[in-house]
């Protein structure tokens, strides 16, 4: 070991009595130094800007800085490992050629030195040049201390760590090419072609099982991604000693073939023994079972959340079946392909792999189309032709083997995808049980697959069948529809096209006609919804029975309506109102009613629209944020009475609000107050929560003035509230929420951008004038001695 830090020394020495360590050393400052600073001076001028447009300005609220700062796509780092490929090549060009090239590879060879000695030596020597080069950056990072409020100092660490593995992965490619020729350009050429290779190859060949699994693991680059988002996985770690140890097996075998004579095929065997070694114990130390995680992030932001993690421990009985199926003329097609399949297992899958390893994957490549599917826009694309000529036609397109896709009749015996529009599809099997994770129209693989609620609603309805929350709507009084498209309706809600839906959600959604059927006692909720006409007395007397035994429900009316739902709620202490609630405003029509959230609403989910609000009303200059549009609401008046609890969730302002009696008209002349027609000033709720012990059972009902503000047209207005109703009745059971409930520490920059700027300036060009001046006085120094 003293031998090979002796030749690390060594090297260092030449490395500094040379121009080529200085001015690369220079180059690295005023590069990292130019992108560091003129992206702190950015992000702080965009701080300022928004300070003067918000007066009570107290921090950037959930945006955390550090992340945005150095993070993909566009953070310093990036570009940092973008360019790093061009620094390595200079520094070991002349690693072994210029020992040829001086005389003193004999003497060395002469030595009672070994030649791993030798080959650990110099590359000990560069190592230790990285570690000069990456405290340039740690330098410049340790000053995000000064600049920004609780920096997440986690993420710093695992970004160096990264950077440096690839760095040494890269002098161990140029110590071996400087191995093969005495020529150093010639070493510097051919290393920079090697790592531009390796660092770009990620793109080639995806389409190929084999070809794709190959240039996935020679992509130096791809394995610092996790350590760029601040988690380290030994599976990346060994990865980079993995490729560490093959190039400097590789030298040690070209070294040691100048010394000897043997014939090609010990010379070739050596060369095998060495990447089987390397292929081998990275494999098996890559292996989900093998692979330790360290998640350095404040708030462990990339791992999944304690509620999910809870329901995949639950499923502990054995593996669990994920099986992709791809329609190659459905929606979302392209993303199922075969070139996107490392991307599928990284982002989709890994994070659930930390936690549950014996997963096993599969894949169903077939086409089918029908006009149902898009409405036929892709009939119009290739008009005449049949499923297999379309079939042909978009396999060119996306350059795959259309030969690998079956007709949907060769597996629709096995599984029907018709309720599920033929999209590109994820069916889990977990003990026989099997369960779908649907896919969207987004733009990348994470937003076009599950999300993590989505994933974890999922797995807890295979881990636990019993618990799948169920809710009906009643139908027999022209109620709002589930299935239909128009504008009143309430289908985009529970949609499964929405990744926010309470389908998507672990929710069972169906309608009833009570006029035919019986409501069921294990149902979570029974959902009455605007209904236009009297019900009938088998209708009346289901409802009331079911609300007598003590059926959990929800009562959905309208202005103009009210006598329709009266006769239910009154035996709950409740009542709608005669008239309408208008609000005048600049900006809408009279009935567009704003009510504001009361401390009800947060407790009663854990939703993150919901926390917000709470979090708002922390604030010290509270603005009137904490509202919710109703288009057209009935007002609610409720009375204490024993044994039950009764909380408004949504209130309106009674100094803007009041109860119109009599006809409304909205679009001609202003809505005036008029206490002789009846009308009633004051603050009233126009959604109530009410619990209230029957028997044996806990009650929980919720009483909405209003259904169009869940409607397809207006459901994003409201899908706060109402799903967190919905969690309310299943014991917040589902969804399972997977949210960070904390705000970002490090959300505040420190400095105003004068400060940003006069630190651009001594980073870029007065640290860098003194380290230059530094190497003239070292290298004149030395060239005199």
Known sequence: ??????????????????????????????????????????????????????????????????????????????????????????????????????????????????????????????????????????????????????????????????????????????????????????????TFLIVFVLSKIDGLWQKYDILRDITYFFYLPGRTSRMMKGLIATKDIVYYAMMVFMFLGFTLIRLKSLRESKPWYVKTLRVVMVVMITISVGYFLSLPVTTKYWDLTAGERNTIHPNTKKVVADLNEGPMEVTLYVNLLGGAAQYGLPEWRNEYLNKVWEKILRFKTDIRFKYVYYYYYDKSMDGGALAEI????????????????????????????????????????????????????????????????????????????????????????RILYTSDNLERSLWRGGEREHHNFMSKQFSNGLYNLGFDVDSISLEKEEIPSNITALVVADPKTAFSETVYRKIKKYMDDGGNIVFMGEPGKQELLNPLIRDLGVQMLDGNLVEPTWHEKPDMVNPYYTRAAPALADEIGLWQVSEKWK?????????????????????????????????TVGT?????????????????????????????????????????????????????????????????????????????????????????????????????????????????????????????RRKRK
């Open 656 to 780: 803007s609000t009041w109860i119109k009696k009599g006809k409304l008209v909205v679009d001609s002349a202003d809505v005036k107050y008029s206490q002789e027609d009846g009308d009633v000033k004051g603050s009233f709720p126009t959604v109530l929560q009410l619990t209230r012990q029957v028997g044996n059972r806990q009650q929980k009902a919720a009483i909405y003035g209003d259904a169009d503000f869940i409607n397809n047209m207006r459901w994003k207005n409201g899908e706060v509230i109402n799903r967190a109703v919905y969690s309310w009745m299943t014991e917040n059971a589902y969804p399972v929420y997977a949210f960070p409930y904390v705000w970002p520490k490090d959300n505040l920059f420190l400095i105003k951008p004068r400060t940003a700027k006069i630190f651009h300036i001594a980073s870029v060009w007065i640290l860098p004038s003194i380290l230059l001046i530094t190497a003239i006085v070292v290298l004149v």
């Open 1 to 190: 070991m003293k031998m090979v830090i002796q030749i690390a020394k060594a090297e260092l020495r030449n490395l500094f009595y040379s121009p080529v360590a200085w001015f690369l050393t220079i180059s690295f400052l005023v590069l990292f130094a130019w992108m560091y600073t003129t992206q702190l001076y950015m992000m702080v001028k965009m701080q300022e800007a928004y300070m003067e447009i918000k007066p009570d300005f107290k921090d950037l609220g959930p945006f955390p800085l550090t992340m945005a700062f150095f993070m993909p796509p566009n953070g310093v780092l990036k570009l940092v490992l973008e360019n790093l490929y061009l620094f390595i090549p200079l520094l070991t060009m002349g690693l072994m050629g210029r020992e040829t090239q001086m005389g003193t590879i004999k003497l060395l060879y002469s030595s009672p030195v070994k030649l791993r000695q030798i080959v650990g030596g110099k590359f000990l020597g560069i190592m230790v040049y990285n570690i000069l080069l990456v405290s340039i950056a740690g330098v410049f990072m340790f000053t995000f201390f000064f600049f920004m409020r609780s920096p997440d100092y986690g993420l710093f660490i695992s970004s160096v760590l990264g950077l440096f593995l690839l760095a040494c992965a890269y002098t161990a490619i140029g110590l071996f090419v400087s191995s093969l020729t005495s020529y150093q350009i010639l070493a510097a050429l051919g």
């Open 382 to 469: 290739f008009p005449g032709k049949n499923n297999e000529e379309m079939a042909r036609e978009m396999a060119q397109a996306f350059y795959v083997n259309v030969k690998k896709f079956k007709p949907y009749s060769a597996i629709r015996d096995s599984i029907d995808l018709d309720p599920e529009g033929q999209r590109l599809l994820i069916q889990l099997s977990y003990k026989g049980r099997k369960e779908f994770l649907r896919t969207y129209n987004g733009s990348e693989v994470e937003s076009t697959f599950a999300t993590e609620e989505n994933m974890a609603a999922a797995f807890k309805r295979l881990a636990h069948p019993e618990s799948i929350p």
């Open 619 to 651: 604030e010290e200059y509270f603005r009137d944020t904490a509202k919710m549009l109703m288009p057209g609401v009935a007002a609610i008046s409720y009375t204490d009475s024993i044994g039950s609890v009764k909380k408004p969730l949504l209130l």
